[in-house]
């Protein structure tokens, strides 16, 4: 959910100003819906906006909806449909319907959720979005069992939390028994990208990778390619070999790792490190045939066929790409595709994979 991380600091910025601020999720959609599940605009009271619930169809009704909530106080659940003449005037093929759950936004629980984030801790927000009257509205913050915030009577929901925490990314749950409607976000810090690598590739990559969420950590034992000067943007920077610098990152199935050194004294140890890990997406720098002998070499050094299968490589989406700011936009496009299709699954389980 790295769209609430981003909003999150904008509106510590609006209450830092003494403002008040309202938020809208989109928290169900059918049809050809411009923005998914987890989509939210935030509105601070004196008119600023920060993100978007839909091309444009509907941010006016949203807009207006948010200041109603900051009026009085009041969250609202909003139906609204986007005509096929309109989404063929935003681009899309045709029309959809998009369910947003608009409310004043509480400093206590932005407070609770910046510990978590500022901790490095994951947590589950979830938002009562659909029930009684006075549990309109209500909040609870889990970090694995443990409440770090609520505004239901205690522990109401408890029997439920499994249930809960189950649900994917973004999700819309219903409480059957309870009568009671749930929208889930999986919340965390941002994703890591490790390079291993300084080259021109790592350096247009690392410029483009925080644009889309991650956070970089940069892994060269060569202090000539991997320092400050080269890379100014990226915060964590290891002149380690790369079995040893990804030792140093707690890798999980969000984090991606991409290998570029095209040197084999790096590439198959970093690659080895690597896929045994539960890293999400690995990528390899190298032509094809460069890539049948680095998976033989893998082999060789007793890597189970299944985690040298992992490699993607040539790393990149096959757009043509040349100069070396082309070949990190191809990266970034794989890595969206590869990630994107595991964004509605519960977080596995962190596991050796060989």
Known sequence: MEELQAALAVIEQWQQQGQTAALATVINTWGSAPRRPGALLALSSSGDIYGSVSAGCVETAVIEAAQGCLRHGRPRWLHVGVTNDTAFEVGLACGGDIDIF???????LHQAL????DQAQRCTLITVVRGPADWLGSHVVLHHDEIVYSTLPARLLASDYAQLCSAGASALVEL???D??????????APTLAIIGGNHIAQALAQLAPLIGYQVA???PRPTFANAQRFPTVAAISNAWPAEGLAQLEIDARTAIVVLTHDPKFDDEALEQALCSPAGY???LGSRRTQAQRRERLLERGLPLAAVERIHGPVGLDIG???PAEIAVAIVAELISVIRKEA???WPASAPLC
């Not at 608009?102 to 206590?108: F, K, T, Y």
């Not at 910046?114 to 984030?117: K, S, Y």
């Not at 009671?180 to 810090?189: G, K, Y």
């Open 176 to 178: 059957a028994p309870r």
């Open 321 to 323: 790409a040349q100069t």
């Open 114 to 117: 910046q510990r978590c984030l």
């Open 282 to 284: 690995v990528g390899a």
């Open 344 to 346: 509605a699954r519960p």
């Open 218 to 220: 940069l892994i060269d």
């Open 102 to 108: 608009v409310e004043r936004w509480s400093p206590a």
């Open 180 to 189: 009671i409607t749930c929208f889930v976000q999986q919340i965390a810090p």
